[in-house]
């Protein structure tokens, strides 16, 4: 049984958590506080930004539409557009739906898990504003900051509104982890670039490194502390880091808070399997669509072998700091599907990219939609009963 002191020290390490996860969220979005100068210049930087990000993605359409476009005859003359082409399109927009539905599910129980109320509309709105911010944001860093503010906005404690989403976030990783290796080890031989094949390599690395330092502080917190101490030297060495004793206190601290979180979930054994199997089919869900996509428009190709390239390709995109990895992923999905004999490509990977990275960003600007809209509705309705 928790005893007093021990509860308020809970609490007091949670309100530090929280404030702490908060302040990455306002990084993101803070303006008052600046100066006229700063506010112009961040002003001027995110205008450059976006110029940036859309003429990188305007010149990655270009090329890879002219090389469509430019061919006197297709590759592969599929068959005309009709009924089936629409279940296969079809089958690419239950993807979303499924991606959508896991993360929805995997809140929920949680949720119950950790003695909360559960509320099926609040699942869904975390799991889907987490994956709006994770394709506006540089590198995907800004879902789990405005998933926590989300949650303890809507009346969650302070320790389920953090450890919700980083749990998540974990067991996320994780399952896309497992099926590049699955991948790797099974269907190497599904891509024949080396290029390609290196970076997806290191990329499974990358991807790994945060969820198993985080893993890791839970369970040795000695081990990760000497672990993040040879590589911050090492980078300090090689005048990469300019101030490590620095960056090693704040990763500590970073680390420290996110394993408290974990171990509020990991009591149940079951429920972290839960959350990994479920991941997992995220994972597979999302890097189904290229099959689906490319099928729509008459192309040839079997599902473990559209899997496995597609994973090839999300693999080798995750250091790319761009929101979504936009460019690099078009890109990389283009040269790598082009070695096939598959007709309708450059439509292919348009759909493709429309369904797991603008469909996010859609459905996130109608969640906020229609919350801008209740409240204007709620706040009418205030007025008018105080007005009688």
Known sequence: METETEKKARNKKEDILVEALQAQKEDFEKTEADSPE?????????????????????????????????????????????????????GGILCVVI???IETVKYVLMMRHLGEKVSVRTAFETAALGKYYDCITPSGAGGQPFQIWH?????????????????????????FVF??????????????????????????????????????????PSTSAKMINFFVNLGAKIKIIKKPEELKQKVETSLNEYAECLRKIEKSKVLLVTLFVLSFIFQVAMCSIPYFVIHTFGGNLGFIQSLSMCTFVMASVTII????????????????????????????????????????????????????????????????????
């Not at 005859?73 to 009709?82: A, C, I, M, N, V």
């Not at 949650?151 to 399952?175: E, I, R």
């Not at 990275?357 to 204007?376: D, H, N, Q, R, T």
């Open 99 to 101: 991606v959508l539905g």
């Open 321 to 388: 700091p761009t929101p979504g990895n936009s460019g690099a992923a078009e890109g990389s999905f283009y040269i790598l599907f082009n070695e096939l004999d598959t007709y309708g490509l450059f439509w292919s990977m348009l759909v493709w990219r429309a369904l797991c990275y603008y469909s996010f960003i859609i459905i996130g600007v109608i969640i906020y939609l229609y919350g801008a809209i209740e409240k204007i509705v709620k706040s009418r309705k205030e007025k008018k009963v105080e007005s009688t």
């Open 179 to 220: 099926l590049c290796a699955f991948v790797f080890i099974f269907n190497n031989g599904a891509i024949s670039s080396v290029p390609l094949k290196i970076a997806a390599y290191i990329g499974m690395f990358t991807y790994s490194i945060v969820p198993t330092m985080i893993i890791l502080t839970a369970v040795s």
């Open 38 to 90: 700063e506010k112009k210049k961040k002003k001027i930087r995110k205008i450059l930004g976006t110029v940036a990000f859309v003429i990188l993605n305007a010149i990655v359409l270009f090329f890879t539409a002219r090389d469509q476009f430019s061919q006197t005859t297709p590759k592969y003359q599929g068959e005309p557009f009709g009924f089936k082409n629409i279940l296969f399109l079809l």
């Open 151 to 175: 949650l303890h906005s809507k009346g969650y404690s302070n320790g389920a509104a953090s450890a919700m989403p980083l749990t998540g976030f974990v067991t996320m990783q994780y399952g």
